[in-house]
């Protein structure tokens, strides 16, 4: 199959890529190259030939020849979304949706969307499924819900679009992402030894190891068609669902001498619990193999094996909003987000 994965130069990206590549698939990356400046450490992954270009540049003759898309690059996540959610809305709302129907004219006959549980936002503890009804609390997390429902309506014999609802991600990538709760857990853990939650720890959040998400995308394109066209799925396991102040002693018990400190309710309404038994019911192939336990351990062994500094852990390349800001700051980009 020939796949173009866009944003295959970013966390989830780079290792896709190269599990993509590894099946045996013809992939080509496409990305802008924000967080370039982010390479924590090389592990031998294969990469593939990547076109530098902003998905809002794209045309249908850069589609052609496609068997599949899979779409990644969106600005991506909470704080970097409520940057300018003006922007927000346009790329990751406007832009998707034009992408895919020019997937569509182009004759691309499956698009894998990487959407969001962050699209159920609230909840009263409950297991949220795909027929949960959803309230999205940030502009990020409404985009999302909007790409699924304006894509969805574009689907018919000729273009199967398929949307994975992945928990939060966490998990060792080359370009590294410590903005994620438990990465972020894990470099406060072993660069100063102490966890300081600044909320009570209460809410809710499903995790997901970042190679369990290139698993689900990988057999989204290997399954048959009649598995997934027009298919939503909670990407993650049920059991992986914590309050962050368990996910802080989880982090803890992995980093020796750690302490752990709980600070009052922040405000923040985002707090939800997922169910993935569809998925795993579902989706040929896909079993989700990590859990926060391990992925905490194996973070440590990579933080040992590099020797992670205080540093490294705090610069900007791994951070998106620092990134963005700094690249806006410096003024390689324009108020758009276009490269000058």
Known sequence: MRILVTGAQGYIGVPLASMLLQRRHDVVGLDTGFYCDGWLYDDGLSVPPCIKKDIRHLTEIDLEGFDAVVHLAELSNDPLAQLDPRLTFEINHRGTVNLARMCKTAGVSRFVYTSSCSVYGTGSGEYKTEESNTAPQTPYAQCKLLVERDVLALADEAFAPTFLRNATAYGPSPRMRFDLVLNNLAGLAWTTREIRLTSDGTPYRPLVHVLDICAAVTCALEAPRAAVERQIFNVGHSRENYQIRELAEIVADAFPGCKVTVGSS???????????????????????????????????????????????????????????????????????????
Do not use: M
């Not at 905490?296 to 998106?320: D, P, Q, V």
């Open 266 to 340: 922040d405000g923040d309404t985002r707090s939800y619990r997922v169910s993935c038994e569809k998925i795993h019911a579902a989706l040929p192939g896909f079993r989700a193999q990590q859990d926060a336990a391990s992925g905490a351990r194996e973070l440590r062994t990579l933080f040992e094996r590099i020797g992670l500094s205080r540093e490294t852990f705090e610069h900007r390349a791994f951070t998106r909003v620092k990134q963005l800001q700094h690249l806006l700051r410096t003024d390689q980009l324009d108020e758009n987000f276009f490269w000058r």
